[in-house]
C-alpha cells in the first residue's frame, strides 16, 4: 500500500525557545531552534520577555525551517502547535501565529501536549537512520525545567501518569543549586560540565523520603543552601576552592532519586523498557547511571539524541503525526493553557 506521506509544520513556544520543525511522517526534516539569550542576565525566564522574543523570531524560525526541509508550504498537510502547559504569554504567539497561518493556507491544525510531545521524542526517525523505539507499554521518566513525572506509556497517544513531583522539578533544582553556586541561567548543562571533573562522594546533602514513585527536591535544595552558607561564613572562598566538587555531589544527588524511583516503578510494575524525556535528560551522568541501572536490572534503555531532549518543535511533529492519523484535529476556536489538569 502507497500511502501518501504527511507533511506537518511544528512550532514550539512553551517557554523561552521559539522552535519549527517539519516532519513527513515519523521523520524529521527541519528542526530550527532560537534560544533567547535575554534570560541569563535575570537568573531565570522572564515571562513578558520571553513573549516579545517569540513574536520576533517566530517567522523567521519558521521560514527557515521550510527552506531547510526543502519543501514548500503547499506541500503541508496540517500545522500543529504546543497548546501548553508553559508560559501562557509564550504560547499565545504560537498558538496565535499558528491558528492565522493555517486559515491562511486552508489546513487543519493539530493540538500538541508539551509533555507528551518530550515523551515522544524517543520516536523521532531521522533521515538514513533507523532508530529502535520502545514497545508499548514503557515507563518514561519526563524530567524537564517545569516537570518531573514518571508516566506508564500505554500507546502513542495515552499515557499515566504514576509519580510526580510535590515541590520543585528535577531541573529547577539543577537550575536553583547553580543560582546558589553563583553560576547563570540555564544551571543544569553548567553543573553537568563541571561535575565531569569533580567527585561526585565529595559532599553528601538531604535524601527526601517521599512514598511511592512522588519526588520531592525541595529539602535537597535548602540542604545544599544552608550547607553552602555555612561553609562560606568560614571560608570565603568555598565555592570558587571546590566547584567541581560540589556540581558533582549536588548532580549525583539529584540523579540518584530519579534512578532510584524510576527502577522502582518499572520493577513494581513488571515493565522492562524504560525511556527518559525532557530537558534534563541531556545530562550526561544521568545517561550513563541510568543505562547502567538498567543494564543491571536487565531492563532497556531509550534516550532521545540530545538535540530532542530539551525543548524543542521536532517533538511537536511527531506526537501531530500520530494524531493527524486519527484524525484528532483542533477546533480554530482553541485556546492554550498554562498547566494542565491531571
Ligand atoms: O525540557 P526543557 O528544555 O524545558 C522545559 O520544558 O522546562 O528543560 C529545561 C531544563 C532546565 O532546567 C535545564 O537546566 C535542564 O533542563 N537541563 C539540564 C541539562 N540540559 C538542560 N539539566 C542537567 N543537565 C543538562 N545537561
Ligand atoms: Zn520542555
Known amino acids: 500500500m502507497n500511502q501518501k506521506n504527511i507533511y506537518i509544520l511544528a512550532i514550539e513556544s512553551s517557554c523561552d525557545d521559539t522552535s519549527a520543525a517539519i516532519t ?6 527541519s528542526n530550527i531552534i532560537a534560544g533567547q539569550q ?31 526541509a526543502n519543501i514548500s508550504k503547499k506541500d503541508l498537510s496540517a500545522i500543529a502547535f504546543t497548546r501548553g ?24 491544525i493539530i493540538e500538541v501536549d508539551h509533555m507528551q510531545a518530550h515523551i515522544l521524542a524517543n ?13 508499548f507499554p514503557f515507563l518514561c521518566l519526563t524530567v ?20 510526580k513531583t510535590i515541590d520543585d522539578a528535577a531541573g529547577e533544582t539543577f537550575d536553583k543549586a547553580a543560582k546558589i553556586l553563583g553560576l547563570q541561567y540555564p544551571g543544569g548543562p553548567i553543573i553537568d560540565k563541571l561535575a565531569s571533573t569533580g567527585n561526585p562522594s565529595a559532599f553528601t546533602f538531604a535524601k527526601p523520603n517521599i ?21 562560606l561564613k568560614t571560608d570565603p572562598d568555598f565555592i570558587l576552592n571546590n566547584l567541581n566538587d560540589l556540581a558533582a555531589s549536588i548532580q549525583n544527588s539529584i540523579i540518584s532519586i530519579l534512578i532510584k524511583k524510576t527502577i522502582a516503578a518499572a520493577k513494581q510494575n ?11 535528560s541531556a545530562n550526561s551522568a544521568l ?27 521536532a517533538m511537536i511533529g511527531i506526537t501531530a503525526y500520530y494524531k493527524y492519523l486519527r484524525n484528532e484535529f483542533a477546533s480554530q476556536m482553541v485556546s492554550p493553557y498554562s498547566t494542565k489538569k491531571t
Open 38 to 68: 535575554i534570560h541569563m542576565e535575570y537568573g531565570g525566564v522572564v515571562p513578558e520577555l520571553a513573549s516579545r522574543a517569540h513574536q520576533q523570531n517566530i517567522v523567521p524560525v519558521t521560514d527557515a525551517a521550510i527552506r531547510h
Open 144 to 163: 524537564s525545567g517545569g516537570h518531573t513525572q514518571l508516566t506508564i506509556i500505554e500507546d502513542h497517544l495515552s499515557y499515566r501518569i504514576i509519580g
Open 270 to 280: 513488571g515493565i522492562n523498557q524504560i525511556a527518559i524525556a525532557g530537558g534534563v
Open 24 to 29: 513527513c511522517n515519523e521523520t524529521l526534516l
Open 123 to 135: 520516536f523521532i526517525q531521522e533521515p538514513n537512520a533507523i532508530k529502535s523505539t520502545p514497545n
Open 211 to 231: 512514598a511511592a514513585f512522588d519526588f520531592s527536591f525541595s529539602g535537597l535544595k535548602t540542604s545544599f543552601l544552608y550547607f553552602i552558607r555555612d561553609m
Open 287 to 313: 545517561r550513563i547511571a541510568m543505562q547502567k541501572a538498567c543494564d543491571d536490572n536487565k531492563m532497556q534503555l531509550f534516550i532521545p539524541s540530545f538535540s530532542y531532549t530539551t525543548d524543542n518543535a
Open 85 to 108: 502547559p508553559g508560559l501562557l504569554g509564550s504560547l499565545m504567539v504560537g498558538v496565535s501565529f499558528a491558528k492565522a497561518l493555517a486559515l491562511a493556507l486552508n489546513l487543519p
